[in-house]
C-alpha cells in the first residue's frame, strides 16, 4: 500500500514538471520573432514563408514617387525615376519634382511601371521592339540581293577602284621598298659610276646627305667605302662637287665618333682646310666650314691636329677676308665652342678613368692661349658693329669667357667702352619693355647682364 502510493505522489511531480517546461517553452516562442524548425527536406519548400523575417520599415519607405506635369513633394524614402526635374522649394524647405519640359511645357517623357521595375521613356524618340529589329534585318539581307541602279554602280566604279586592284598595287609598292642602307649603295654606285654626268655626281650626293644624317646611315657609308669616295670628291675640279661632298661629310660626321675617327685617318682634315684656305667660292668655303666644324667638335685629338696644322691661323684669315662676312659669326661660334667644351669637361667631378682620359686629351689642347697669340681679343669685339641682336649676343658670351686673359686688350680698344655703354642703354629699354609684357626672364634682359658684366669688370 505505501508502495502504491509513492508511485502515485511521483507520477503527480512529473506531470507536474511537464507543464512547467511546456509553459515556459510558450513563453519563449511569444518573445522570439523567429522559430527555427527542424524538417525534413521535403517541406522546407512548404513552409518557407515561416521563416522569414519581415523588416520592420514603415511602408512609406519603399512608396515609389509618380511624376506629373505639376510639382509634388518628395517624400522621405521613396524612390525617384531617373529624368525628372527635382528643386528645393525655398519656402517649404522640401524637396519636388515633376516631368522635365521643353520651354513650351511639353515634354516626351513617360512614367512606366512592370513589376518592381519603373522608370522614364522618351516617347519622342524611336524605339523598336525585338521583333522590329529582327524584321529590318531580314530586309537588310533581302535589299542587299536586290539589282542595283545602273548608273549609280557606274558612278561608283568611276569614283573608286576595286579593292583587288589596289591589293595589286600595295604588293608592287612592297616589292621595290628598300632600305636606307641599298639606297645608300645604290647612291654610291651611281656617284662613281664611270658613266655618270656631273648632275648625277652632284644629284646623288644631294641625295645622300639626307640619308647620312642618321648615325647607322653614316657609319655602313664608311663601311662601304662610300666615305673615301666622298673624302676624295672634296678635291675634284667641278666646284659643285666639292660643295655637296663637304656637305655630305659634314652631316656625316656629326656627333659621329666613330665616323670621325675614319674621316680623320683619311685625311679630311687637310683637305677641308685647304678649301678653307685657297680661293674658293662662298657657297663652297660655307660647306667646308660646316665639315670642319662637325670634325672638331667633341674630338679632341681632331683639335690638337687643327692646331699642328695651323688651323687657327687659316680661321683668323677667313675671319679678316672681304666678302667673307657671312662666315665671321660661323668661325666665332665656333672657337667658342671648343673654349666652352673644354671648360665644361674639366670642371666636372669625375674620378672614372674614361672621364680622366678625356680630360687628359683635352688639357693637350692649348687653344685659348693660342688665339690671345694671334689677336683674336681685337678680332671678336669687331661684331658688335652688327645691328643683329644673334650676332651680338655671341660676340659679348665670348667677350665674356676671354675677359680675365683680354682685358687690357679691351681697355685699349678706342671706342668700345663707349659702345657697351652704348649697347647697355639699349638693352635696358628693351628689358624694361620685354617686363611690361609680362617676361621676366626675357631675351634683352640676358643680353643687358652680358654687357653690364664686361663693363663691371673693364671698370
Sequence with gaps: MKLACLNLILLLISVHCLNCSRSEDGQQQRVSALTVLEQPEENIGKRKEEATVEDDLDPEDMEVFYPTNEWQIIKPGQAIPAGLHVRLNLETGKNEAKFPDDGNGKNGLKYWKQGNRHGMVNTDSKSFTAKELKRALKLIKQEGLMDIDESHQEKVQKTFRPIKELMEDFEAMNVVMETDM??????????????????????????????????????????????????????????????????????????????????????????????????????????????????????????????????????????????????????????????????????????????????????????????????????????????????????????????????????????????LNMLRSEYEELAAEEQREGEQDGYFLGLLHSASDIIKKLE
Design 182 to 419: 641599298e639606297i645608300i649603295n645604290k647612291l654610291v654606285s651611281k656617284f662613281n659610276s664611270t658613266n655618270a654626268t656631273l648632275e648625277n655626281k652632284v644629284a646623288a650626293l644631294y641625295n645622300l646627305e639626307y640619308y647620312v644624317h642618321q648615325v647607322d646611315n653614316a657609319q655602313h657609308l664608311t663601311a662601304i667605302g662610300g666615305l673615301q669616295l666622298v673624302i676624295n670628291a672634296l678635291n675634284a675640279t667641278e666646284p659643285h662637287i666639292r660643295e655637296n661632298a663637304a656637305f655630305v661629310l659634314g652631316s656625316a660626321l656629326s656627333s659621329n665618333p666613330k665616323v670621325q675617327i675614319e674621316a680623320m685617318e683619311a685625311g679630311a682634315l687637310q683637305k677641308l682646310l685647304m678649301l678653307l684656305a685657297t680661293d674658293q667660292p662662298v657657297a663652297i668655303k660655307k660647306k667646308a666650314l660646316f665639315g670642319f666644324s662637325s670634325m672638331l667638335r667633341h674630338f679632341p685629338f681632331a683639335q690638337q691636329q687643327f692646331l699642328k696644322l695651323g688651323g687657327l691661323q687659316v680661321l683668323g684669315q677667313l675671319f679678316q677676308a672681304k666678302e667673307m662676312e657671312s662666315l665671321r659669326i660661323r668661325v666665332m661660334t665656333l672657337l667658342y665652342d671648343m673654349v666652352m667644351e673644354k671648360k665644361l669637361i674639366q670642371e666636372v667631378h669625375d674620378w672614372s678613368t674614361r672621364h680622366q682620359e678625356k680630360c687628359h686629351q683635352y688639357d693637350q689642347v692649348n687653344l685659348l692661349p693660342s688665339m690671345l697669340e694671334q689677336d683674336w681679343c681685337m678680332l671678336v669685339p669687331q661684331l658688335l658693329m652688327s645691328t643683329e641682336h644673334d650676332t651680338r649676343e655671341k660676340v659679348l658670351r665670348t667677350m665674356n669667357l676671354m675677359i680675365s686673359s683680354c682685358r687690357s686688350e679691351y681697355q685699349a680698344m678706342q671706342g668700345l667702352s663707349s659702345l
